[in-house]
């Protein structure tokens, strides 16, 4: 009978000491089940955030350059449009994912002549005409830094168009060196053309298109800027 008991009791040990032992780790296995679930969070799918974003110069937090490479994504965009106050616009374009020819510091489309902080903003229209529903503008922001102006040049500098055309040209500064692009105060650009033949209009801004002649030949445009000025050739053709 003695041996019975002690056989009972060895048995109860067997049976109780397994579970004494895991109900004291059980907070340590809850305690890592809890921080693997850190690394499986659902997706962000709230409805009123938008899809769209913009950078500057790769997030960079400055540039010298008032034309900086903007970064762009939409998913169902086929135009876009650029400001500088989220207000004044530039005319609709093609959508690209890249851009580089807002001038962040020229004093038009919302934008503030000189140095300091500057914003971009972006919209987005799609094949249908509908565009971007969303309750706050895209934009981002970035320090710009104002270059002292070297020299002007005209874009495209030669051309070769039939009588039958017109193209626009556009006026564009640079530092020492040329990296940066440098803005110029659109109303103190002006445009020549030689011996008065053609059609320039405007002609004062940074950007200006010229209509020949009904005469092949070649032709020579001006643009001016304080005194500075450069020039580009156009050949025209039947």
């Known amino acids: 009978m003695k041996n019975s008991s002690i056989k ?7 049976l109780i000491f397994p579970l004494v ?26 409805p009123n955030l938008s899809p769209d974003w913009i950078t500057i110069e790769n997030d960079q937090e400055t540039t010298k350059d008032c034309t900086p490479t ?32 807002f001038n962040i510091a020229s004093g038009l489309y919302g934008t503030i002549f000189g140095s300091g902080e500057k914003y971009v903003y972006v919209r987005f229209k799609d094949t249908e005409g509908n565009l971007s529903q969303f309750d706050e503008l895209t934009f981002d922001s970035i320090d710009y830094k104002m270059q002292d102006l070297y020299f002007i040049k005209i874009v495209p500098q030669s051309v070769t168009i039939s009588i039958s055309d017109s193209i626009t040209f556009n006026a564009h500064a640079y530092d020492f060196g040329g990296k940066n692009e ?16 053609g059609k320039l209009s405007p002609t004062f801004g940074l950007s200006t298109t010229y209509t020949p002649p009904a005469i092949v030949g070649e032709r020579n445009i001006t643009a001016h800027y304080k005194n500075l000025s450069t020039g580009a050739i156009i050949s025209i053709i039947q």
């Open 182 to 197: 440098v803005p110029m105060e659109d109303s103190k650009v002006t445009w020549t053309k030689s011996c008065d033949v």
């Open 21 to 46: 032992f895991y109900s004291g780790c059980s907070s340590i296995f809850t305690d890592i089940s809890h921080d693997d679930s850190e690394y499986n969070q659902p997706a962000n799918d709230n």
């Open 70 to 101: 903007l970064t762009i994504f939409s998913e169902d965009a086929a135009y876009m449009s650029f400001s500088g106050d989220g207000n004044n616009w530039t005319e609709w374009m093609p959508y690209h994912s890249s851009y580089t020819e």
């Open 8 to 14: 009972i009791t060895i048995l109860y040990i067997i």
